[in-house]
C-alpha cells in the first residue's frame, strides 16, 4: 500500500476554505484524525469574506486561533461604522469633493457599542480570507491529527452502510487514489460533493453580478475619513455609475483606515465584464471619482449575489457545510460566519459518535439546526440587499439625470442654505436608519437559536426580542447560546463561556447545586463525557459572579441548573432542584446524545 492510495481516515474535508480549515482544526483539538483535500493549490489569492461577528470570535478564541487573527486585523478604531461619501476628486464643484453624507455606528462601533462588551468576552473582527485562510492553514497543519492536501481534487463517492469511498485526483502527478472514512464534510462551496452524493437544492436563485477589484493605492489624501471599515462613493460626475455607487474596503495589511495600501472596490452595473481588467479599471476611476487612478491591479473578481440552500445537509455520511449547505448576499456578512458556526455545530457531534459516546441519531441533528439558522440568514440578507436599492433616491441621485442635476442634488448635504437641504438631509437620516438591517444584525449574529432532538426543552415561551434582528437579548432557555459573564476564581478573571472549551460539556448549577455536579461527574466518569461543572453565583461557590451579570440572565434558582453543549449552547434547563438529579440528567444525556439504549 503506497502512502497515496487506499489511505484510511475518520474524517474525509473536501474543501480548504474557511468551513474545510475550521473543521479540520476542531477536529484535531476533539482527537479525531482528518485529511482534508482541495482542488486548489494555495488558499484564496482574492479578499473574499472579511467580518468576523462575536460569536464566530468566541469559536475562533476556543480553537486557538483568535489571538492570530486580531494580530493582522482591522484595529479597532478603524471600524466604527459606515460611512457615504460624495465623489472624492475629479469634476463637478471643487467644494463638493469627499463630502461624508452620512456615517452610521456598525459592527459594534470599534467595540464601544455597550450591547456588543455585555454580549460576548469578544469583540468582532474585520480581516479579509486572504490572510485568514493561511493563519487557519497554518493552525491545521500543526496538529499531528490531520492532512491537508492542496491541489488534490475530490472525483468521485462512493457511499455504504459503514462508510464512504472517495476518489481524489492529484492535480500535480495526475494520479489517483481513494480514501476510505467514515464520514465526509463537504465544504467545496457545492462545486462538487453535493452534486456526487445528490444532495438536493431547495434554492437557487441568481440576483445581480459583481465584479471586485483588489487594488494597491494610496486614497490617503482623498478620504478624510479614518474610521470607517466600509466606505461607500457616490459620484455625480458619471450618473451611469449611481444605482449602487462603488464600496471602499480597506484590506491593510500593515496601515488601515484611509492610509490601507490595498483596496477592496466593489462595483456593479449591467454590463460589467471582470475579464477586462483595463475597463474596469477606468470604471472604478469613474465610480469613485478619481481621474487618472493611481493604482495596481492585484486581482478581480466577477461574481454574483444569489441565493442558494439545500434541503437537507446531510446525505447519508456526507455533510454539506458553508457555501456548499447554502449561500447567500453579502450584506450582514453572514456567509464566511455561517461556515465557521456550522463546522463549531458538526464537529463536536462528529467526535462523540466516532468515540462511541453517542448515537448516529445525533448527526441529524446537525442539519435540524443549521438548516433553520442558514434560512434566515438568508432572508436577512435578502431584505438587506432590496434596502440598497433605495440608496441612490434616498440621496436624490438618479442615473436618468445629468451631472449637473445629480450634483445640484447632492449639494444639499453641505450648503444648509438651499431649499429642501434639511429634508433632504433628513431622508437619507431615515434611510440610515433603515440600513441597519444590514449594519446592525447583532440578534441574527448572537441570537439564533436550536430546536432539535438534541435540545431539551423546559415548556417556557421563547423570549421574544424587541427586534429580531438588531437587538440580541440573552436567554438560558434550551437552545440559546449560554449567556456571557465573567466570573472569576482566585482572583482570576475568566469568560464562562470557556468551561465548554476543547469540547467539553458544562453543568452550571446554582449555589446550592452540589448534587448537580455530583450526578453529572458521575454520569461523565462512567460514559467518558467531557464536563466541567461549577456552581456559579455569590458565596461559598465554585465561580464568584462578581458582576452580576450571570444573575441578570441565569434564570435559575440558586437550587437549579444548566448543561451547556460543547458548542456553548444551552441543552438542559432546571430552574429548580431535582429530586433525583442523577436520573434527571441521565435521561438527559441520553436524549442529548441520542443513546442506543436510552
Known amino acids: 500500500m503506497s502512502e497515496k492510495t487506499d489511505i484510511e481516515v475518520p474524517v474525509l474535508i473536501v474543501g480548504g476554505g474557511g468551513a474545510g480549515l475550521t473543521s479540520s482544526i476542531l477536529l484535531s483539538r476533539l ?29 475562533l478564541a476556543d480553537m486557538g486561533v483568535a489571538p492570530d487573527i486580531r494580530a493582522k486585523a482591522t484595529p479597532q478604531e478603524n471600524m466604527k461604522g459606515v460611512a457615504w461619501y460624495s465623489g472624492l476628486a475629479g469634476g463637478g464643484p471643487e467644494d463638493g469633493h469627499g463630502r461624508l453624507l452620512g456615517f452610521l455606528d456598525s459592527l459594534g462601533a470599534g467595540h464601544a457599542d455597550p ?7 469578544e469583540a468582532d473582527a474585520n480581516l479579509s480570507l486572504l490572510h485568514t485562510e493561511p493563519i487557519l492553514r497554518k493552525h491545521a497543519e500543526s496538529y499531528s491529527e490531520a492532512t491537508t492536501r492542496f491541489h488534490h481534487e475530490l472525483v468521485g463517492i462512493e457511499q455504504d452502510a459503514d462508510g464512504v469511498t472517495s476518489t481524489v485526483l492529484d492535480r500535480d502527478t495526475g494520479e489517483t ?5 467514515a464520514y465526509l464534510l463537504g465544504a467545496d462551496a457545492g462545486r462538487t460533493v453535493g452534486k456526487l452524493v445528490g444532495a438536493e437544492v431547495t434554492m437557487h436563485e441568481r440576483m445581480r453580478k459583481l465584479v471586485n477589484l483588489y487594488l494597491s493605492m494610496d486614497l490617503s489624501q482623498y478620504l478624510p475619513g479614518d474610521d470607517s471599515v466600509l466606505t461607500w462613493v457616490f459620484n455625480p460626475e458619471f450618473p451611469e455609475h449611481l444605482e449602487y455607487g462603488a464600496v471602499l474596503v480597506p484590506q491593510g495589511p500593515t496601515r488601515w483606515g484611509r492610509h490601507s495600501e490595498e483596496w477592496m472596490l466593489a462595483v456593479s452595473r449591467p454590463d460589467l465584464d471582470g475579464s477586462q481588467s483595463e475597463k474596469m479599471l477606468r470604471w472604478a476611476s469613474e465610480a469613485i471619482g ?17 441565493l442558494f440552500l439545500l434541503e437537507d445537509f446531510r446525505v447519508g455520511r456526507a455533510f454539506l457545510l458553508g457555501d456548499a449547505a447554502h449561500r447567500l448576499p453579502p450584506a450582514g456578512g453572514l456567509g464566511l460566519n455561517s461556515a465557521i458556526q456550522d463546522a463549531y455545530n458538526l464537529c463536536w457531534k462528529i467526535a462523540a459518535v466516532l468515540e462511541g459516546r453517542a448515537g448516529d441519531g445525533l448527526l441529524d441533528t446537525y442539519s435540524a439546526e443549521r438548516r433553520p439558522v442558514s434560512l434566515n440568514n438568508i432572508e436577512t440578507a435578502t431584505k438587506a440587499v432590496g434596502n440598497q436599492d433605495s440608496m441612490a433616491s434616498a440621496l436624490g441621485l438618479s442615473t436618468s439625470e445629468s451631472a449637473e442635476k445629480n450634483w445640484a442634488a447632492m449639494s444639499l448635504f453641505w450648503d444648509g442654505t438651499l431649499p429642501g437641504a434639511a429634508e433632504r438631509r433628513h431622508r437619507f437620516n431615515e434611510w440610515l436608519g433603515m440600513a441597519t438591517l444590514e449594519f446592525n444584525q447583532h440578534n441574527v449574529a448572537m441570537g439564533y437559536t436550536y430546536d432539535s432532538a438534541a435540545i431539551v426543552g423546559d415548556g417556557t415561551p421563547r423570549p421574544v426580542s424587541p427586534d ?3 437587538l440580541y437579548e440573552p436567554s438560558s432557555r434550551p437552545g440559546h447560546a449560554l449567556p456571557h459573564a465573567w466570573v472569576e476564581r482566585s482572583n482570576e478573571r475568566m469568560a464562562l463561556r470557556s468551561l465548554t472549551h476543547d469540547g467539553h460539556f458544562a453543568l452550571i448549577a446554582g449555589e446550592n447545586g452540589q448534587a448537580w455536579l455530583e450526578a453529572a461527574e458521575r454520569i461523565a466518569q462512567v460514559r467518558g463525557i467531557p464536563l466541567r461543572g461549577a456552581r456559579v453565583g455569590l458565596g461559598k461557590v465554585d465561580l464568584i459572579d462578581i458582576r452580576l451579570a450571570w444573575k441578570r440572565n441565569r434564570a435559575i434558582s440558586a437550587d437549579g441548573a444548566l448543561l451547556v453543549r460543547p458548542d456553548g449552547y444551552i441543552a438542559f434547563r432546571s430552574i429548580n432542584g431535582a429530586d433525583d438529579p442523577l436520573a434527571c440528567l441521565t435521561a438527559v444525556f441520553d436524549q442529548i446524545l441520542a443513546s442506543p439504549e436510552a
Open 31 to 59: 482527537g479525531i484524525r482528518s485529511l482534508l483535500v482541495t482542488r486548489y493549490p494555495d488558499t484564496t489569492t482574492l479578499p473574499r469574506g472579511h467580518y468576523l461577528n462575536q460569536r464566530s470570535m468566541e469559536i
Open 115 to 121: 450591547d456588543h462588551i455585555a454580549a460576548s468576552p
Open 177 to 181: 487514489y481513494t480514501v476510505r472514512s
Open 290 to 306: 478619481i481621474p487618472d487612478l493611481d493604482a495596481k491591479i492585484l486581482g478581480v473578481s466577477e461574481w454574483n449575489l444569489e
Open 468 to 470: 429580531e434582528i438588531r
